[in-house]
């Protein structure tokens, strides 16, 4: 394979998941199986190519776009490049943000301190990726040797029983040592919360388990705030009231000073409650799990005549695990999973399990490799972007906004919400990479990128996408969904909307500009789903396909400008800030030519966008995003 070839399949969509490329209702298995079946091939070709609009890559249109773009792009980057050289004016207000960098003559952006931490742990967080696995099939060798099916055979129950217990054995004692390498005498803590929500799923009467289940984790996510992680030390101060002036004997100030000595031993990451927010996700993952495999206790795929060892992701997710499965050691080693604690992706208890007995088979040596290329490039475009732009220290360096353009205003905003997806985006890859070198297939959390996206509801299933499926699964989908035949069903619907957002503005953390994101979030997406259903559904339109698709395009220029505002709000500058963006933008003539511009280069972009998804389209290929 070609250098080129090698680069094309790295960003092939199959690559970064096998699940936008097949159907959840496919085992993977038999997609292998027709790889070598010329006939099926022609046949899918066939299908597919009925599906999408024709190719519009090559015709006077989209060459007139390209000419704009080849124009434009650069000009972006100049743009923002411009005002993070050293000889602008205002470099010197955020110049201590900066860090020497890699890049002869160049500094590097060092004010997110979420980035900044990941990068300086890379060199350890790639030697532990490498090491896990290798102790993972030295204990497999050594303390738990279970006997292998045949290459090709399909695994005996059995010998799915005794993989799943040496996995999970493993997968148990790595978690104790982990939390306690992680957090310190803190991972009591975690094992203590832990504990409690076993029992909360399992020694409860069954009707009362996911009321129990939501009021104790979303109690958690407000006690962990309010008390700052349960400092061993304010414990012991609470209970011993304040100290005794001149007293020779104070049991109190003794008692405080161990507490103390304790917090000392806080481990690698001391304030364990900032990142225990995904591990809550794990938590209500496990509860509810279990509260629904009650009723189908002697259910099996053998008695639907579904090879086990073959599921289809759907299946792996649905069909609820054995009764034996919920077992307190599994349920450790699932919720502090090493690869996936700290940030995710995140995989319900169903899918673990079936994935510890079964080894998936969407796992293949060549596209893990794709994969951690794949993220090699996005880790070295981060880089690249933070010499040269910098962006993020400037929006915190309490600029004075009113001395930047419209253009550079806009663009500043731009890029650093290019920024975020991207600091997320490679800790999100570098621990699913960790996990399918370990054989585990969690789902990948960026579908698209940022600048391929046109509407809110789109978006939203995108971004975070394992956050979105489990969304699905235990808040929407039990709140009766959406529907919009009737006023009294769409009202139910935007309840339900704002209900599931308000929990994901609260579960990132407990702040009003998160809550205000999570709302303006719902209100955009209100025109969109008005438009879509009642204004102008598509059935009208079918006469006029290329009106309805200009139709479409300016509604979707409008999605982004509110996309945009809302993503600044809640992840960057928040309200006030926004506020000063707009108004510096708009305080002269200039600002609304700019704007206007703006718009036409977005409807440009978003005719790009229509075009991917029909090319996929295409190909058989429906990410509903």
């Known amino acids: 394979m070609g250098v080129f070839s090698f680069l094309r399949s790295t960003y092939d969509l199959d690559t970064l998941d096998t699940r936008f490329t097949n159907s959840s209702s496919t085992p993977y298995k038999t997609v292998i199986e027709s790889r070598g079946d010329a006939a099926a091939s ?23 776009y390209y000419f704009i773009l080849s124009f434009v792009i650069p000009y972006m980057f100049w743009v923002a490049y411009d005002v993070s050289r050293p000889s602008d004016p205002r470099y010197k207000k955020y110049e201590r943000l900066l860090r020497p960098g ?116 979303i109690g958690i996510l407000f006690a962990n705030e309010l008390c700052k992680g349960y400092k061993f030390g304010d414990m012991a101060a609470l209970i011993t009231g304040p100290p005794v002036p001149n007293s020779v004997l104070d049991s109190g100030s003794t008692l405080v000073s161990w507490g103390r000595w304790l917090d000392s031993y806080r481990g690698l990451m001391g304030r364990w409650e900032i990142l225990f927010n995904i591990t809550v996700l794990r938590l209500i993952s496990f509860n509810l799990d279990y509260y629904w495999s009650l009723d189908r206790r002697s259910y099996s795929p053998l008695e639907k005549q579904i090879d086990p060892a073959s599921l ?29 604690y700290l940030t995710g992706p995140i995989i319900t208890f169903n899918d673990f399990v079936s994935q510890l007995r079964y080894r998936p088979a969407s796992i293949e040596a060549g596209r893990t490799a794709r994969y951690a290329a794949r993220l090699a490039l996005c880790l070295l475009a981060m880089e690249v972007i933070l010499h040269y732009d910098y962006v993020q220290a400037i929006c915190k360096a309490a600029p004075d906004w009113g001395s930047y353009s419209a253009a550079q205003l806009s663009l500043l905003s731009y890029f650093n919400l290019h920024l975020i997806w991207l600091k997320l985006l490679l800790p999100w890859r570098l621990f699913r990479l960790w ?110 396909p290329t009106a309805y698709r200009m139709l479409c395009c300016l509604g979707a220029v409008a999605n982004i400008f509110m996309m945009m505002a809302a993503n600044l709000v809640g992840f960057a500058v928040g309200v006030d800030g926004l506020q000063r963006i707009v108004a510096g933008i708009f305080r002269e003539f200039s600002g609304f030519c700019f704007i206007i511009s703006a718009s036409m280069v977005l409807f440009i972009g978003v005719q790009v966008m229509f075009e991917v998804r029909e ?7 429906n990410l509903k995003c």
């Open 312 to 340: 289809s992701e759907r299946d792996r997710v649905t069909i609820p695990a054995q009764a034996k499965d919920f077992s307190f050691r599994n349920y450790v080693a699932y919720v502090i999973y090493a690869p996936l």
């Open 435 to 544: 996990a399918l070198a370990d054989g585990v297939d969690a789902p990948e959390n960026m579908m698209r990128c940022v600048s391929d996206n046109w509407s809110t509801l789109a978006f939203w299933r995108a971004w975070h996408r394992s956050f979105y499926r489990w969304s699905l699964r235990y808040i929407y989908v039990p709140l009766g969904g959406s529907g919009f035949r009737t006023a009294r069903d769409a009202a139910r619907s935007v309840l339900t909307y704002v209900l599931v957002f308000t929990f994901v503005a609260l579960w990132h953390d407990i702040q009003l500009r998160l809550l205000v994101w999570g709302w303006l979030v719902v209100l955009f997406m209100l025109p969109e789903m008005a438009a879509r259903l009642v204004l102008f559904p598509r059935a009208r339109w079918e006469a006029r």
């Open 102 to 217: 890699w890049i002869p003559g160049r500094k590097i952006d060092a004010s997110d301190s979420q980035y900044n931490t990941f990068r300086s742990n890379i060199p350890y967080m790639a030697a532990l990726l490498l090491l896990h696995p290798l102790l993972r099939r030295l204990y497999n060798a050594i303390a738990y040797p279970v006997k292998a099916a045949g290459q090709g055979s399909r695994p005996t129950p059995e010998e799915a029983d005794q993989r799943l217990n040496q996995r999970a054995s493993f997968d148990f004692g790595f978690a104790l040592v982990y939390l306690v390498a992680l957090h310190g005498v803190s991972a009591s803590k975690v094992l203590l919360i832990l504990y409690a929500n076993y029992q909360v799923a399992t020694t409860l009467p069954r009707k009362y388990v996911p009321a129990a289940t939501w009021v104790f984790n």
């Open 42 to 64: 022609k046949e899918r070709a066939a299908k597919w190519n009925t599906r999408g609009q024709p190719s519009r890559w090559r015709t006077p249109e989209f060459y007139l």
């Open 615 to 621: 090319s996929e389209a295409r190909r058989g290929i």
